[in-house]
């Protein structure tokens, strides 16, 4: 039986609030350490390391990171925000999983940096690559890399549209719409860089040393000028939005049946 408790949806926010934290450095380290940024989400993990509590911090994000992945994967699974079952709502859903597999692996690779800190190499990188491949395998990553396309899609539409709006309580701050439409639009960019790594690993035996996790997708666009710097700009804001979905998000009852109340046009 899924849990429905206060206790569930409090690790949701703690899920957020991780998410929060990951694309705040990330976007700083971009746009102000370009060595750093090099490193990948090796960077991201080693930036948070070394804030006060930075080990704790880390942990945190081992769970939160889980929370939010099991959050999206229930409502692939059970439709708890009712998207439906035609195309379009299967869409989004299959966008989830994409998602949960995603934060999945973010969260065991955050997981292998705190349990092996200070061994050096590109352990973020390793670690969810190694759990894609042995976990999926092949096809099953080209597979995944469609669903980051999908995925795509659906952030830039967010982005575009607004309409996640209709699942953040009115007491948000006003600027709300544009800080999320701009950091999904940023989300997107970086989503289909994941996706199109993926898809060479599983279609085209580029092999898994090729799978870009967040930091290295990132990292991959560093010599793109302006456009590195507004993907980097996007995610920062993406991250300040995540402060605020932490706060404000509307989190539904995990029972299908009911429905989540539209708060915003």
Do not use: C
């Amino acid at each position: 039986m899924i849990d429905k408790s206060e206790k569930f949806r409090s690790l949701v926010r703690v899920g957020y609030f991780s998410r929060a934290i990951l694309y705040i450095v990330l976007g700083l380290i971009a746009l102000t350490s370009a060595g750093r940024i090099a490193q990948g989400t090796d960077g991201i993990f080693i930036a948070i390391e070394e804030f006060p509590a930075g080990m704790a911090i880390l942990w945190l994000m081992v769970v939160g990171l889980t929370a939010y992945a099991l959050f999206r994967l229930a409502s692939t699974l059970f439709d708890i925000e009712n998207h439906g079952s035609d195309t379009v709502g299967w869409g989004t859903r299959i966008g989830h999983a994409g998602s949960a597999i995603g934060h999945f692996a973010l969260a065991f690779s955050a997981y292998k940096f705190a349990t092996s800190s200070g061994d050096g190499g590109d352990g973020a990188q390793d670690a969810a690559a190694g759990v894609l491949s042995v976990t999926l395998g092949g096809a099953v990553l080209g597979i995944l890399g469609l669903l980051f396309f999908i995925a795509a899609l659906a952030q830039a539409k967010k982005g575009i549209t607004g309409s996640f709006m209709h699942r953040i309580s009115p007491q948000a701050p006003d600027s709300t719409r544009w800080l999320g439409g701009a950091g999904f639009l940023a989300r997107a960019v970086v989503f289909i860089v994941i996706g199109w790594s993926l898809v060479k690993a599983g279609f085209l035996s580029s092999g898994t040393d090729q799978i870009k996790t967040l930091g290295d997708a990132v990292a991959s666009l560093s010599g793109e000028g302006v456009i590195f710097t507004l993907v980097a700009a996007g995610l920062l804001i993406f991250g300040i939005f995540s402060l605020i979905l932490a706060r404000y998000r509307i989190i539904p009852d995990m029972d299908p049946g009911r429905k989540i109340p539209s708060f915003r046009a």
